[in-house]
């Protein structure tokens, strides 16, 4: 699926921007991802919402980047947190207006 593989991955104080293999663009908010970390930790547990953890958070960076297999985007972000997998398919879907479902 050529939609769903990234071409280029930046990012900068504000937005992470994603290039798709296909030529379609997603920017996401830094801060609207990182609310919605999908590790259990910011669910607040496993089996929690997206979000229950995270609500508090005010402002973020991104401090760095790595893929996970050819399915997913593992961020590590400067409140030191890094257990958060963002998939490549939810992160596609979601720029195109669907639920973020991670
Ligand atoms: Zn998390």
């Known amino acids: 699926m050529k939609a769903t593989i990234p071409d280029e991955i930046s990012y ?5 921007v994603i290039l798709w293999k296909d030529g379609f663009k997603s920017t ?19 089996g929690g919402k997206v979000g229950a953890a995270t609500g508090h958070i005010q402002s973020i960076l991104i401090v760095s980047w790595k893929k996970v297999g050819r399915y997913a985007l593992n961020l590590t972000w400067n409140d030191f947190h890094d ?17 973020l479902e991670l």
């Open 12 to 16: 900068d104080s504000e937005n992470l």
């Open 83 to 99: 257990t958060g997998i963002f998939t490549y398919d939810s992160l596609r879907a979601y720029s195109e207006g669907k639920a």
């Open 28 to 46: 996401y908010s830094l801060l609207d991802l990182r609310k919605k970390c999908p590790c259990a930790t910011c669910r607040g547990g496993h």
